[in-house]
């Protein structure tokens, strides 16, 4: 275990580094982990907008066909 | 001045009386029976009093630092000899109090008015009273002094998993649990046939009980190397936190299991009078815990434990834990070893069960 840095600590849980920086393995995918999450909440979001418009223009055409004054 | 007891004839089959809760006698979950550890000690204990002469009322003031340091770390030897701690009547509180310096060593008034040693406060308060006792005859008690301290190692090493095992929520798979508790039920049944058969049946059954728990190291010994090289294969940034847990906890059941195991096994060697299996068993359980905590896995990069510690999810108390207890467990593995080689030295115990005058 001669590798570790001792004085080096994570800056989130304050484990023993090893050889990273900053953050532990541990917490880096933690953050990844809800990271994810949030970038699939906000891209499901975008998602879900460009549906409900897309689906509005085509109620907006169709309604353009049937009223033909 | 000094004064001698008397040795008493106990009954050889009342030490396999090990399995004392319901849990212990039927259960086939090892992790869900008691540790054992107190039962083995308090036998060992009882065991030792009362067939061995003992000279007791000693002058304690040269040795107030050995005796605090035996009851910190259960044994301690030195030059004048060896100072094995009654560590089943010490309360962890009385320990931790002489690691922090809140209790110290010292002598408190009997209410007869006697001075008689004991753990006293801050404030000169008693805490414990103790007697210590020196072996007439040390070869004869060496072998008992030996199995108590490797039990107080093992017992201690077991407490200190299973606290850190706690901040693991990991998935609980019970038949994987039930798996490996296996050779351990087998072991208990042939124990249990033991404790009622005569002499020669005896030792056939535990010879069986033995290869029993051979068997079960053997395979918690593979599994904890497979569940680290699975660990050591979770690579890369989206590696799953929830399959890292479940190994994660599957390292910590076995880490758990092992010392129970190794702990039966040393304790039925002793009783079998076989003290140089008792050694060799536990220089192969430090040689499993200096593989994973030495031996580089995986890529090359780093060893089991250090891989364990990068990945573990610590909670408060235990940070560092896999990085800096091993080292620990295996200093304790490593005294124990010694006490064998102690042969020529004075044999001291400090014995805390008979506390008529206490006051706490």
Redesign the interface.
């Known amino acids: 275990?001669n590798?570790?840095e001792k004085e080096r600590r994570c800056k989130s849980?304050?484990?023993?580094l090893?050889?990273?920086n900053t953050f532990?393995?541990?917490c880096?995918?933690?953050m990844?982990?809800t990271g994810g999450k949030a970038g699939g909440i906000i891209s499901g979001l975008f998602v879900a907008a460009l549906s409900a418009n897309s689906l509005a223009n085509d109620r907006e055409g169709k309604s353009d066909v049937s009223s033909p004054d | 001045m000094a004064e001698k007891n008397e040795i008493v004839e106990t009954g050889k089959c009342e030490l396999l009386d090990i399995f004392i809760e319901e849990e212990d006698r039927k259960g086939a979950d090892l992790l869900k029976m008691s540790d054992f550890f107190n039962v083995f000690i308090g036998k060992i204990g009882a065991e030792m009093k009362s067939e061995t002469e003992w000279e007791v009322d000693l002058d304690i003031r040269g040795l107030l630092g050995q005796i605090a340091a035996a009851i910190k770390g259960g044994f301690d030897i030195s030059k004048m000899g060896m100072l094995v701690a009654d560590y089943s009547h010490f309360s962890q509180e009385i320990i931790d109090g002489l690691k922090e310096g809140i209790y110290h060593v010292g002598e408190s008034k009997e209410v007869t008015g006697n001075l008689r040693p004991a753990i006293l406060d801050e404030n000169e308060q008693l805490v414990k009273f103790f007697t210590l006792k020196k072996a007439i005859n040390p070869v004869e008690v060496l072998s008992d002094i030996s199995a108590l301290s490797m039990q107080n190692s093992l017992k201690r090493i077991s407490a200190q998993i299973e606290d850190v095992g706690r901040d693991v929520k990991g998935m609980i798979d019970f038949a994987r649990r039930v798996t490996l508790s296996n050779k351990f039920i087998y072991a208990r049944d042939k124990i249990m046939s033991a404790s009622t058969a005569g002499a020669e049946e005896r030792e056939d059954f535990l010879k069986a009980a033995d290869t029993y728990l051979m068997e079960g190291l053997v395979d918690l010994y593979s599994d904890i190397n497979a569940q680290v090289k699975k660990l050591a294969e979770q690579k890369g940034p989206f590696a799953s936190i929830k399959a890292i847990d479940t190994l994660l906890s599957y390292i910590n059941e076995d880490m758990q299991m092992i010392p129970r195991y190794v702990g039966l096994r040393v304790y039925l060697l002793n009783f079998r009078g076989k003290n140089d299996e008792t050694n060799r068993i536990l220089g192969e359980y430090k040689y499993q815990l200096k593989t994973l905590a030495e031996s580089k896995i995986g890529d090359g990069k780093y060893t089991a434990l250090e891989l364990i510690h990068k990945n573990y999810p610590y909670d408060g108390g235990n940070v560092d834990f896999w990085i800096n207890q091993p080292k620990e467990m295996l200093a304790a593995i490593g005294s124990c070893e010694a006490v064998l080689g102690q042969s020529d030295r004075d044999i001291f115990y400090i014995d805390a069960e008979d506390n008529v005058d206490e006051c706490d």
Do not use: H, S, V, W
């Open positions: 275990m590798a570790i849980c304050g484990k023993l090893i050889d990273e532990c393995r541990r880096k995918l933690k990844r982990n």
